[in-house]
């Protein structure tokens, strides 16, 4: 019930600030919206991810890309349904070793042709959580 926009609160990230967007309800904070990128095969992949205040996804959506048309970009929603599998994930669901693709013994699909792409996002995705976890209590304090 909150402008969001306007409650953030901007954070480093080794040399750059992320820009932490708050969600209230009644005063307390339920939610934070944050961008995360990873190195695909053609550029950055950014995204937009949502954590609810445990620490798990509510969402994920693609930003901006520079993968392949056809293969790499089967992570956008309007393409493919792929980038919904992160809903309610967490840091402890899967387990850390399992936070990847099957290829590399981990539990999110990859496309054929494209591995370099879903790897990325699921790496962006895990390292978003792991952003969230180390700052928790500035986030939601």
């Known amino acids: 019930d909150n402008d969001f926009l306007k409650d953030t609160v901007d954070l480093?990230?080794?040399e750059k600030t992320v820009t932490i967007y708050r969600?209230?309800?009644d005063g307390v904070v339920k939610a934070a919206l944050f961008k995360v990128a990873e190195r695909g095969y053609a550029g950055d992949i950014q995204l937009?991810?949502?954590v609810d205040t445990e620490g798990r996804t509510l969402g994920v959506r693609v930003l901006k890309h520079s993968e392949t048309p056809g293969l790499g970009d089967k992570i956008e929603i309007k393409k493919d349904a792929w980038i919904t599998r992160f809903e309610g994930k967490s840091l402890t669901d899967p387990v850390p070793e399992k936070w990847g693709v099957k290829k590399d013994s981990g539990v999110f699909d990859q496309f054929a042709g494209a591995t370099i792409t879903p790897r990325a996002v699921v790496k962006a995705v895990k390292g978003g959580l792991e952003f969230f976890?180390?700052?928790?209590s500035e986030i939601t304090g």
């Open 23 to 25: 969600a209230r309800k």
């Open 133 to 136: 976890a180390a700052h928790k």
């Open 48 to 50: 937009l991810m949502a």
């Open 12 to 14: 480093k990230k080794g």
